[in-house]
């Protein structure tokens, strides 16, 4: 199945395999099987009621967590077939990398993390990881999804030191500064491309941010003004695609053409060579600059909007006190997430489970049958 690869890819039959040792599949290669057990699981259904920029309830056609993985895992996939990478195993990461996100988007993280500085802080990345180890229960014979080592490789992508001592191999590479696969290289990157392009059409759609301010970004009105030569008098919907399809182009290209030089000049004869190198797959600095700007502009204007930060300012309130409430009560928690031992470092990292797994709408209900006398 991997007859197509270049040598320096993640092959599935030479892979460092999985935690607990498998049987391989007659017709599935390892990464096809980590892709289809992530997509089958409860907390990737969940993704599609949680935050990506806006909330949930707030409109029917703004990205969620689910619809921003699905970006992510297309435009990942077309790279990687450009740069003779395994496309299942960018699909794998790009599906399962964030599993572990709370409701609410980067806020909720952000409270958990202040919620649990006692008790181990709260990372997404190690939660999407714990995900997949251990809190999907589908298996007989093991507890998470049992992915391949380097599908949950590409998962983590930041840990500290500290926390990267207690994960074993996968954690080494944080201590050694050494690299992840190239398929991991670029999914990171495929994150970025998605987030930037979709965010400005919700960003445009919601009326927060308009075609005027973002002509102040130099990589945008490039593009705007491209579409208008190319066809006159468009406008609306259709200009707003038209140009972020340029868009995308421009940073795929962009990539596949500077990894691709990058990929020759180091030559790298396998995948531990890739490993023990410098990251090879990357932007130009003309296209880094640009995209870095666009970031700065949708920080600025976008994820820092009055009304965005309102909306913050509620979530952040709900994560906290549900969280404040199930530590100071635990009886209130359902039962599998009632820590028997009484030992409260598990119970708080229960709690964090608890509301880490909870879409945005399921956090407001339950909030509501905490605070509110009329709820039961």
């Known amino acids: 199945m991997d007859e197509r690869l270049a040598p320096y890819a993640a092959h599935s039959a030479t892979g460092r395999g999985r935690r607990y040792p498998e049987a391989a599949h007659a017709s599935r290669s390892q990464f096809q099987r980590d892709r289809d057990r992530i997509i089958h699981s409860s907390a990737f259904r969940r ?32 790279m990687a077939r450009n740069l003779g990478l395994n496309e299942d195993l960018v699909e794998a990461i790009s599906l399962a990398h964030d599993l572990g996100h709370t409701p609410f988007g980067h806020v909720g993280q952000d409270v958990l993390n202040e919620c649990m500085r006692d008790y181990g802080g709260f990372e997404h990345n190690l939660q999407s990881l714990r995900v997949v180890d251990e809190l999907e229960q589908h298996y007989g014979a093991f507890d998470g999804l049992n992915l391949m080592f380097e599908t949950r490789e590409g998962i983590l992508k930041h840990c500290s030191l500290n926390n990267a001592k207690q994960l074993g191999e996968l954690g080494q590479r944080f201590i050694d500064r050494t690299q992840p696969s190239l398929e991991a290289q670029l999914t990171n990157l495929a994150d970025e491309i998605a987030y930037n392009s979709h965010d400005i059409d919700d960003g445009l759609r919601s009326g927060l941010i308009t075609i005027a301010q973002l002509e102040q970004v130099e990589f945008f009105a490039r593009l705007w003004h491209d579409v208008q030569r190319s066809y006159p008098g468009l406008s609306g919907r259709r200009a707003i695609y038209e140009t972020l399809r340029r868009l995308i182009t421009a940073l795929a290209d962009d990539l596949i053409t500077t990894s691709t030089e990058l990929l020759r000049a180091a030559a790298p004869a396998d995948i531990d060579a890739v490993r023990a190198g410098l ?22 204007n976008l994820y820092q909007h009055y009304q965005v930060n309102r909306m913050r300012v509620k979530a952040s309130r709900v994560v906290r006190e549900l969280y404040d409430s199930f530590m100071a009560e635990p009886v209130l928690l359902p039962p599998d997430y009632l820590e028997p031992s009484g030992d409260i470092h598990k119970q708080a990292r229960k709690i964090a489970d608890y509301i880490a797994g909870m879409t945005d709408r399921y956090a407001i209900r339950e909030h509501r049958r905490l605070f509110s006398l009329d709820e039961l």
């Open 47 to 78: 993704l599609e009621y949680k935050t990506q920029v806006f909330l949930n309830h707030e409109g029917d056609l703004f990205r969620t967590r689910l619809t921003h993985s699905l970006e992510v895992a297309q435009v990942g996939r077309s």
């Open 279 to 300: 990251p090879l797959i990357r932007f130009s600095d003309g296209m880094r600059k640009d995209a870095t700007e666009l970031k700065r502009f949708l920080r600025a």
